[in-house]
């Protein structure tokens, strides 16, 4: 059943209404397996809590919050926490009775929705059933290709699919939500807090019964539904048992400090919508397609005679939307007139423009509109001069996403592709630039490019297309699961320039060492007079900033057992701890709350109530972290939204039984596994692919 608490006036004394007697009042919609919906309308169980701590809007939610356990229990009829346990029904999550619910509520109004849930929808409409407890993880398994692509894809590619019987409606139902959804400028968020994995079991029958020790949630699918609906899917997958709080506000857990910080972005991030977006070209040059095939929002035009409109519900600064263009059958006009003298270019112009419509949160509609003139050229060096590795990497990105999500797609044909265009590129600037005189034994990379090589490998080895098994392996737990490759793949989708290549190749930290001003902030030398006219541009500019730890290659190679770094890899923090490191000395980084018994040598390690201490290394640490977070925005606001996420901090004990030592070992992309080779090891296959293809023309 769907319950809506809210408060309703028991009288009137006149036209006084703030002096009406307030009590709690419940609407319960029943029937979630057919038809729910909405039974009040919005303003009725909302409540606008922007006022302030001291509005009545505040103390009637707040009110809300605080009954709605004993309002649960009544209405149950069970007030026993253990029974509640044992049966299970409690299992049960009719989820999607609460998003359609969600959408009735918002379709005249428009506006963005967050669903908070512990597992995915299993019972009523839109029940996802448990499709990985029947699949089979391995090398190439197309069932296993099924699990993390989303069921509206799967339904709309082959209904009569084998296997899809079962799993028909749910995709049939989430498509229509998705397009209902859009259609009325309803923006839709999921929020999972359903710990991907927990702390080793030591019973060998449950390890026996669940090696994993954890639920399948089907990301994919709920998170299209996302996609469509312009929205986020947040997956607070590390739970108290080894995650760090780091800000300590009212001594919140460090499940509770993720919880606030993702909802805090959602409700306090600048946002635009009713957003249309479109992309105008001069002639000579058209547009080909977006990157991916099928990108945030929805396409509206056939893109045969105009470049297709985007429509997207919202849009926040963050949003990356990425363009492939195309040569035009009628060349480029020459925009020169036969004149030379023209600051120098005496080639065409290419002129591209943006428009960007949307609605601000105040209910004003504007335009937002960019130009750019771009000279063309007959020197191919000068293309590779000028390329962006921001650029060529995110496209790289999406197209590899597009490679595994088009119909006869797959995560090898995805692989084979990065190698391949990283080859042509390198093979064509041998051919065409001064690299041709260059000996053949000595692999050339454009000056703009020199780190191509290293993303591709990065890009091959990352949670979107890496192997879910060792070479050679048929039965061990998969990693990535399908639903952490489900979700690496919703935000590849989405990547931006200014992440895409640390997005798969994380940056790491020495943090046991720290020179004298690491972790501390400092502000940056007044600048001259004049050199810049707008006043918000010193401003940005002479904000504080902390000066970060000693950056190391993400290799096991650069880690020391007695010391302690910091992991960054854009979706959490991994602290790692060597296994001879005193106890002294990370203790003086955190403060712990319980302590558990590893299954390891009996150690004993931290497995819950953690946070960083109140020490001088600690707060350098939480400096390190807040700067980390923030990127480069300019202020507080537009740094929630400068990562997809509010990374965790996650614990990592070498050699003690931390559940994700295993994981964190998997990043370190410059070292080999039993798929890929090491990044020496790539170069020289990448040269020898070269030299072959220069040697065939």
Request: neutral net charge.
């Amino acid at each position: 059943m769907l319950v809506f608490p809210y408060i309703k006036r028991k009288g009137h004394n006149g036209s006084n209404e703030e002096d009406d007697e307030e009590e709690l009042a419940v609407a319960i919609v029943s029937d979630v397996t057919e038809d729910p919906f909405c039974p009040l309308p919005l303003n009725s169980w909302s409540y606008n809590v922007g006022d302030g701590l001291e509005s009545k809007e505040w103390y009637r939610f707040c009110r809300i919050l605080d009954s709605f356990t004993e309002l649960m229990e009544q209405l149950s009829g069970e007030s026993s926490p253990q029974q509640q346990q044992q049966n299970d029904k409690w299992k049960r999550n009719c989820g999607g009775a609460a998003l359609v619910a969600l959408s009735d509520a918002l379709k005249d109004s428009g506006g963005r929705g967050t669903l908070i849930t512990t597992r995915r929808p299993n019972y009523g409409v839109g029940a996802l059933r448990d499709r990985e407890a029947v699949t089979k993880y391995g090398i190439g398994s197309s069932s296993e290709q099924k699990l993390f692509t989303p069921l509206q894809q799967l339904v709309q590619r082959n209904n009569d699919a084998v296997g899809m019987i079962k799993d028909k409606p749910a995709g049939l139902f989430y498509k229509k939500l998705g397009e209902e959804c859009a259609k009325n400028r309803v923006c839709l968020d999921i929020v999972v807090t359903s710990s991907s994995v927990s702390i080793p079991s030591t019973d060998p029958k449950q390890l026996n019964k669940n090696p994993n020790m954890r639920e399948f949630l089907d990301v994919a699918t709920l998170g299209e539904l996302c996609r469509v609906t312009c929205g986020n899917f947040k997956w607070l997958r590390v739970g108290n048992e080894c995650g760090v709080a780091v800000n300590g506000i009212n001594n919140d857990s460090f499940t509770g400090e993720q919880l606030r910080e993702e909802l805090k972005r959602s409700a306090l991030a600048y946002t635009g919508s009713d957003v249309v977006f479109k992309l105008r070209c001069s002639n000579g040059v058209q547009v080909k397609s977006y990157s991916p095939t099928l990108p945030v929002g929805k396409l509206v035009g056939d893109g045969i005679v105009n470049s297709a409109e985007l429509e997207l519900s919202s849009m926040y600064p963050g949003t990356s939307i990425a363009v492939v263009l195309e040569h035009k059958i009628g060349g480029v006009v020459d925009t020169m007139n036969g004149s030379s003298s023209r600051k120098g270019i005496d080639m065409p112009m290419v002129f591209f423009q943006s428009a960007v419509l949307y609605t601000t949160k105040t209910g004003q509609r504007r335009v937002r509109v960019s130009t750019l003139g771009l000279p063309t050229t007959k020197v191919p060096a000068d293309i590779f001069r000028s390329a962006d590795l921001g650029a060529v990497s995110t496209i790289f990105t999406r197209g590899a996403i597009s490679d595994v999500e088009r119909d006869g797609g797959s995560l090898r044909l995805a692989r084979d592709n990065v190698f391949n265009k990283c080859v042509s590129i390198l093979a064509n600037y041998r051919s065409h630039t001064t690299a041709r005189t260059s000996p053949s034994g000595q692999l050339i990379l454009p000056e703009s490019l020199q780190l191509l090589p290293l993303f591709c490998l990065s890009l091959r080895k990352s949670r979107m297309l890496r192997h879910s098994l060792p070479k050679g392996v048929t039965s061990a737990k998969p990693f990535p699961t399908a639903d952490e490759r489900a979700y690496h793949i919703f935000y590849g989708r989405m990547v931006s320039p200014n992440m895409s290549l640390q997005c798969v190749h994380p940056h790491l930290f020495q943090v046991s060492d720290m020179r004298t001003r690491d972790g501390d902030w400092i502000t940056p030398p007044v600048l001259q007079e004049n050199k810049f006219d707008e006043a918000n541009v010193i401003a940005a500019s002479m904000r504080p900033v902390c000066q970060l730890p000693k950056t190391m290659n993400p290799s096991i190679a650069c880690l020391d057992e007695s010391g302690m770094y910091i992991l960054d890899d854009r979706f959490s923090f991994y602290l790692f701890i060597g296994r001879d490191v005193p106890d002294e000395k990370w203790q003086d980084l955190l403060s712990v709350g319980g302590v558990g018994n590893s299954r390891i040598r009996g150690s004993s390690v931290p497995t819950g109530g953690l946070s960083l201490a109140n020490t001088e290394s600690a707060h350098k640490l939480r400096s390190v972290i807040h700067q980390l977070r923030m990127l480069n925005s300019p202020n507080e606001t537009l740094g929630l939204t400068a990562r997809n996420t509010y990374a965790p901090l996650i614990l990592v004990f070498v050699g003690r039984g931390s559940v994700f030592e295993e994981e964190m070992d998997s990043l370190l992309v410059d070292d080999p596994d039993s798929h890929e080779r090491s990044y020496v090891d790539f170069l020289c296959d990448i040269h020898r692919s070269v030299k072959e293809k220069w040697d065939q023309t």
